[in-house]
């Protein structure tokens, strides 16, 4: 390998992708760290003190797009908790840290969609994701004239 009098060598491209590669996955975790404080910080409490014990959060993308289609609040019963006995801007903190949470690329190509559900009294988090992908089916025919 040759480098100038004074120059650091080149870098591999390998190497050059496990370091973007590490950056983004260190970045990930942090957003995800602060999403987590967040909600049990600020979001989950003032909830709780709605009387709110789940939440399912519906997400879906394709084509290079993606977003969040819906919340849904519930009670310890199930039954749908009115939304304006909710604190005013805590939902849009909630979706804010719900996209941290959301699996890479949900909405890349042919996209994916799915629920991201958090149980309050336990604090547990879960995503259900279908991602979609193009089969191709090969056939040939033949005839003979």
Avoid at 21 to 45: C, D, F, G, K, N
């Amino acid at each position: 390998m040759n480098t100038s009098e004074g120059e650091p060598p080149a870098q591999s491209e390998d190497a050059t992708f496990n370091e973007v590669l590490r950056h983004y996955m260190a970045s990930t975790e942090r957003q995800i760290e602060e999403a987590r404080r967040t909600l049990a910080v600020e979001v989950l409490p003032a909830l709780l003190a709605c009387g709110v014990a789940n939440i399912e959060i519906a997400y879906s993308g394709y084509g290079d797009s993606g977003a969040i289609d819906g919340v849904q609040f519930r009670d310890a019963k199930g039954l749908r908790v009115v939304r304006d006995n909710l604190p005013a801007g805590i939902r849009e903190k909630l979706e804010t840290c719900a996209y941290a949470f959301l699996p890479a690329g949900f909405e890349i190509n042919d996209g994916g969609q799915g629920s991201l559900t958090i149980d309050l009294p336990t604090r547990k988090i879960t995503i259900r994701h279908e991602q979609n992908e193009v089969v191709s089916r090969p056939s040939i025919r033949e005839w003979e004239v």
